[in-house]
C-alpha cells in the first residue's frame, strides 16, 4: 500500500498538467474545419467515401470482424458519427440491453443507441467550432475501430445471425 500512494500522487500531478495543457492549448489549435471541405479531407487521408446527399458522407472503413461503414452527419452546429452495427432481433435476450448500457457508462463520449427500427449504431458527435481537421479524422476511424472492436460481443448478446450493418432502407428512417 505504501507504494501505491506515491504512484497515485504522480498520476494525480500527471493528470492535472494534462488538464492545464488541454486548456491552454486552444490558442494555438487549427481552424475549425467546415463541412465543405469534409470530402476533401477524407479524400486527402485516402478514407474510401461517398457524398450521397448533403450534409451526409458515407466513410467505408477497414475492420476485422465486418466492415464499418461510418456515417458523418452534419446538422447545426454539431457533426454527428455513427456506425450502423445491425438490426437488433425481436429474441434479443436482456443481458444484451445491459451489455449496451454497461457499454456507454465504460466509453467515455461514445454512444451505442437503438433507433425506432431497431437499428443499434455506435455514436459520438462533437460541436462544430471545436471540430478541426485531425479531430474530423481521428473521430471517423477511433469509431469504426470501436464498433468493430465491439462488434463480435454484441452481436452475440443479441442472438444476431447476418452479416453486419443495417438495412439500407432504414437509414431514411433512422435519420
Known sequence: MSRLVPCLRSLAVAFLLIGWAVQAAPAAAEAPLPPSRFSQTLQAAGLKHTHPKPDTWKVEAQGSNFTPQVLILQSGKFCYFLVPLFKVPANASASFYQHVLRLNGDLPQVKF???????????????????????????????????????????AKARYVGEGGVPESDFGKDF
Request: with cysteine.
Open 113 to 155: 443507441c437503438l433507433t425506432r427500427q431497431d437499428n443499434l449504431y455506435a455514436a459520438y458527435e462533437v460541436p462544430l467550432r471545436l471540430l478541426d481537421e485531425g479531430e474530423f479524422l481521428a473521430c471517423t476511424q477511433a469509431l469504426a475501430i470501436l464498433a468493430d472492436r465491439n462488434y463480435p460481443e454484441l452481436k
